[in-house]
């Protein structure tokens, strides 16, 4: 994701590669919290089970934003829809974390 937004060009490319990694390690800390408190609760398999597949949607979104990207060219808010799936990788690592 990092690589796709850093070449959308110019300053926008550089500031969307550092809100990549602050978006995902923000959202990772958030849901290893949530996960440490409630795993107790809901059981550490469903948890990891929402950790496995946040990961291959991200991939699915990403694929498809990607190529709306491609077929129409690049605008701000197309980049930012392609950071915010950094939520769901952050969601994964947070989850694989705690587990």
Not at 53 to 82: D, T
Request: some cysteine; hydrophobic content about 50%; aromatic content about 8%.
């Amino acid at each position: 994701v990092m690589q796709s937004l850093a070449l959308g060009g110019g300053r926008s490319g550089i500031l969307l590669s550092g809100f990549c990694i602050i978006v995902a390690q923000t959202f990772m800390v958030a849901t290893a919290k949530i996960c440490g408190e409630n795993s107790a609760l809901y059981g550490r398999k469903s948890l990891f089970l929402i950790g496995l597949f946040s990961l291959p949607l991200r991939c699915l979104i990403l694929n498809g934003l990607l190529y709306i990207r491609v077929q129409h060219g690049s605008s701000l808010f197309l980049q930012i829809v392609i950071l915010s799936t950094q939520i769901l990788d952050g969601v994964g690592a947070g989850a694989f974390g705690t587990m």
